[in-house]
């Protein structure tokens, strides 16, 4: 065994917002396959916490000190801001290092297309952050989907809702929809990946997309309806300004239907601190498990244990294995097709 592969696969973390320090530091730090070397940050504050919590990473100002020492790493991984997404992992890729992309993957399917191409010319791995797939509710409905419980899927619904009046200041409320800003390009780009896991790809679309609090520089409360290819019809909604939530996930078929209310329990979690080794991470409590039946005849179906840590376990597989990548970018592709459609859609017909 040679040294690269006995070695963990030693890591950057670029961004130590949301994205850094919750989604992707935690899940490196937990798994003995990856060593978290270095994080870049030039908030103080954030350069403080990292070092608070991950005392064996360096801790550096600008992408350009790590591109400077990319020989003693890896893997980078990308949180910044998605306006910068396609730009790091373009220099990333430079730096003769193997690329974990945030979503959005990129501003733009052209810049998606080009990266893609640009890292299988160079001989490099590159995936896209969809976290999403491992969430417990989507999980338990790719079990009864596939199972064929539900029968013959008609309607899918699916929903990110909350409600923020005011939203907070950041860049997600200062980007506009040309630098991958908005709701659609945030929270979308899930919601249109677990439907096309689910459905296949899409034939049509109808989109709505509005921007309802002035200081939000680009939307904030979107309705997609897609038609995919397979005949099922998907309905999803992401809106910031929700005062009331629907459920989570409504799906009809034509012997079942199934039923979640509230979001997967990981992120909640890791905010209040718990780690992915804790026990019962990533459990949802029984009285939130979703509902399965037709007409009254209901029961409740015990939701799969959420487990974003599963996106690393199979990068270091493909790693070093050569084996397939956790998400194919390609993939990630087709969901900004998607968004690049409805964004052109709904300026035609508002």
């Known amino acids: 065994m040679t040294d690269a592969a006995s070695r963990p696969i030693r890591t950057a973390v670029i961004g130590f917002g949301t994205s850094g320090r919750i989604f992707h530091a935690p899940f490196l730090a ?13 908030d103080p504050s954030r ?71 640009k890292a299988e010319r160079l001989g490099r791995r590159l ?55 908005g709701i659609l390009y945030d929270l979308g780009t899930h919601l249109v990946d677990q439907a096309v896991q689910l459905f296949g790809p899409v034939s049509d679309l109808y989109a709505e997309i509005a921007r309802r609090r002035p200081a939000a520089a680009a939307d904030d409360d979107v309705f997609l309806a897609l038609r995919h290819h397979s005949g099922v019809t998907s309905h999803l909604w992401m809106n910031a300004v929700a005062p009331l939530f629907g459920p989570r996930f409504h799906v009809l078929g034509s012997r079942a239907g199934y039923s979640t209310w509230g979001l997967d329990v990981q992120e909640p979690s890791l905010l209040a601190g718990a780690l992915p080794g804790d026990p019962g991470f990533g459990e949802t409590p029984e009285a939130r498990w979703g509902v399965l039946g037709a007409d009254g005849d209901t029961c409740r179906v015990p939701t799969r244990r959420g487990d974003y840590g599963e996106f690393y376990r199979r990068l270091a597989v493909a790693l070093r294995d ?20 409805a964004h052109a859609a709904a300026s035609v017909t508002a």
């Open 322 to 341: 050569g084996g397939p990548l956790p998400v194919d970018p390609a993939d990630a592709v087709a969901v900004l097709e998607v968004i690049e459609r």
């Open 47 to 117: 350069s403080a916490a990292a070092t608070a919590r991950h005392p064996g990473a360096r801790v550096v100002a600008t992408p350009d000190e790590l591109w400077a020492d990319a020989a003693s790493l890896d893997l980078v991984v990308i949180g910044s801001p998605s306006g910068t997404h396609a730009a790091l992992a373009d220099a990333a890729l430079d730096a003769g290092l193997d690329v974990v992309v945030d979503k959005p993957f990129a501003t733009t399917a052209d810049e998606g297309r080009a990266l893609i191409a």
């Open 30 to 42: 937990a798994d003995a396959d990856y060593s978290l070397d270095a994080i870049v940050t030039r």
């Open 127 to 181: 995936t896209v952050f969809q976290n999403r797939r491992w969430d417990g509710d989507f999980r338990t409905l790719q079990n009864l989907v596939a199972s064929g419980e539900l029968g013959e899927v008609r309607r899918f619904e699916s929903r990110f809702e909350w409600w923020q009046a005011e939203p907070d200041a950041s860049w997600k409320t200062e980007a506009s929809a040309a630098e991958a800003g």
